[in-house]
């Protein structure tokens, strides 16, 4: 597994975390919810109101940035011109050409990673 792959994972772990204590603390509370007007008996979570939402596997598209390796390039000559005694112009070599390493250009790829989500028990009463 990626670590990119584990870090989604956990991102998710901790999102159903999140949903599950929430769930939990929903229950301990007493909720008097009224319906047109109508104060309702506070819900108690049955074993009816959970259900098991088996582990999935599913298959994400990412867009992942690869970085271009480095890339030869040929800086030119540079020269000037210059004017002799007599006038007549003539070039002067002021930089010899070189080779130089520059980054080359990254790109976008659309990569397909799987991922796994553990089975979680999934409160469906809404309350
Ligand atoms: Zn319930």
Redesign the pocket.
Known sequence: MSSLTRMLLMSILVTLGAVGTCAIAS?QTTDNRTVNGVQQAP????PT?RQWVPPQTKTIQRRVWVPGGAERIWVPAVYQTRYNTNGNPTQVLVKRGYHKKVPGRGRYVVRSERLEVPGRWQ?M???
């Open positions: 229950a819900h108690r979570h049955t109101c409160y009463c809404g309350h």
